[in-house]
């Protein structure tokens, strides 16, 4: 939906992984402009490199940072991750409130629409900002509120939330009584989504490769060359597969092709298995050793 400042953040995020002093000098730049009130506190736009804030996909890399040598690497890579982030979730507010008339317009529009209402309006913009750049919940919601105590057990929580709630049409419905112009954002942003994915899977399939079709495999929407799998739809593929095998009550074998029904037979697979299976694949790296640890079955003779 908004490829312009997708590149431009992207080439940005280059010089900032290798110069602390550009990538401060830029994150300044946007705290000190006029909009940031407006974005930051207004629409809830998560400024994740602002401040102390950091994206979640980092929370939790002090140690590594520590390291000699690897540090300098994790350090630029945090840089360049949360940077292009920031920029982008900037980027894309600062164009809905210049196509508003810039920020006074934009406010005083919302409140003669929307009355008592208007923070509503206004942070349904953030929300789909937010949550089409990985940052899943309402900026103050139970999600917010929670963050640290379930990054303790799951990788990015955030972004999860993020990839379920582009799925869920309830989400969509609710943006559009509360804010048509944020929902007609949500769909737009999906669809670009849905439809680019579409075309490389297409392109792959007359290439030669295989593109798995089928959602209850565990190949769905990947392209498989020999032995390699490339996954292109970005932690939506999971979700959606664990979606339909849960409404279905069935799954495929991605090498066989065979149709196994859920909770049939000796040691098949439970709808809440798969569900289980899906918290540890998703939780954070320690924790997600420490439980292949335990589940790890000692060799005969051991003790």
Do not use: C
């Not at 509360?178 to 007359?206: C, D, E, H, R």
Request: glycine share 12%; no cysteine.
């Amino acid at each position: 939906r908004f490829p312009t400042e997708w590149a431009r953040a992207n080439n940005a995020s280059v010089e900032w992984a290798a110069s602390p002093a550009k990538y401060e000098k830029a994150m300044r730049e946007i705290a000190d402009s006029p909009n940031y009130q407006t974005v930051q506190d207004l629409m809830g736009v998560d400024l994740t490199g602002i401040g102390a804030m950091q994206d979640e996909a980092f929370i939790g890399a002090g140690m590594a940072e520590k390291i000699p040598g690897a540090g300098h690497v994790v350090k630029a890579a945090d840089r360049a991750y949360t940077g292009v982030l920031t920029k982008m979730r900037w980027d894309v507010a600062n164009r809905i409130i210049d196509e508003a008339g810039g920020a006074d317009q934009f406010l005083k529009n919302a409140e003669e629409l929307y009355g008592d209402k208007t923070k509503d309006y206004m942070r349904s913009f953030g929300e789909v900002i937010n949550t089409f750049t990985g940052r899943g919940g309402k900026k103050g919601g139970a999600l917010d509120q929670h963050m640290k105590t379930l990054s303790t057990g799951l990788f990015a929580p955030r972004l999860w939330a993020a990839n379920i709630q582009r799925l869920n049409p309830v989400w969509y419905a609710k943006l559009a009584k509360s804010n048509p112009q944020a929902a007609k954002l949500a769909i737009q942003s999906q669809g670009t989504f849905l439809t680019m994915a579409g075309t490389v899977l297409g392109l792959a399939s007359l290439a030669g490769a295989q593109v798995g079709t089928d959602p209850r495999s565990a190949d769905f929407g990947k392209i498989k060359m020999g032995n390699t799998r490339y996954d292109i739809l970005g932690g939506q593929q999971q979700n959606v597969v664990q979606i339909v095998r849960q409404a279905t009550g069935q799954k495929v074998n991605s090498e066989t092709g065979e149709v196994a029904n859920l909770g049939e037979g000796y040691g098949a697979k439970t709808r809440f298995d798969l569900f289980t299976d899906m918290l540890e694949n998703k939780s954070n790296p320690l924790l997600g050793f420490g439980i292949k640890l335990m589940n790890t079955k000692p060799k005969d003779g051991g003790n």
